[in-house]
């Protein structure tokens, strides 16, 4: 599965109507390959994407993400206690731009993401979701400002540990709080 044309357009529709009802991944590779192969490359929302990398190679995705994946799936509240560097946090990334994008589900709700170390960082949440897109979909901006952007018609607000206090809990459908074993003490 090598991937699709980086020149990706639509012309006369709606670039994120692609992704209404796409599956997130197609977990069994035999019925994954043949979809990808029938449908050129058009199967899920990875591909569509383009695959996650790290240092210039894409990766599928593993059977532990099937696991993260099932568990997203069928609980409101999970904490993953984990070692840096397994890409969790880029899979959740995805995993939160799938729910956005496959239906009208989080429509007028708004996703919470805490990120950094308390210094204001930010952790770059804003740049990898923004990156998501870049690839294939180069036209497409999300809207921003500041630290809110929108896709679709949901809002995605990234925090910084200090600014916890921001909370609108009215509306909010996920919080998903990013490395909260590296905060320093006064921000736990």
């Known amino acids: ?72 799936e069928q609980n409101q509240n999970i904490w993953i206690k984990k070692a840096r560097g397994l890409g969790l946090s880029t899979f959740i990334l995805r995993y939160l731009t799938w729910k956005i994008l496959f239906s009208s589900e989080l429509d007028y709700k708004s996703i919470y993401i805490v990120a950094g170390n308390g210094n204001r960082s930010n952790h770059g949440m804003d740049v990898m979701l923004k990156k998501l897109f870049e690839k294939r979909f180069p036209s497409l901006k999300l809207d921003s400002k500041f630290t809110d952007l929108w896709l679709k018609k949901t809002r995605i607000k990234i925090l910084d540990p200090t600014d916890i206090i921001d909370f609108a809990a009215y509306d909010i459908a996920y919080l998903f709080i990013d490395d909260a074993d590296f905060w320093s003490p006064q921000n736990r």
């Open 1 to 72: 599965m090598l991937g699709l044309d980086t020149s990706f357009s639509l012309q006369g529709k709606d670039v994120l109507s692609t992704f209404l009802d796409m599956p997130f991944w197609i977990w069994d590779p035999h019925t994954h390959r043949n979809q990808y192969a029938t449908e050129d490359g058009y199967c899920c929302i990875n591909h569509v994407l383009s695959l996650p990398s790290k240092d210039g190679v894409s990766y599928p995705l593993f059977r532990f993400q099937k696991i993260i994946f099932d568990i997203l």
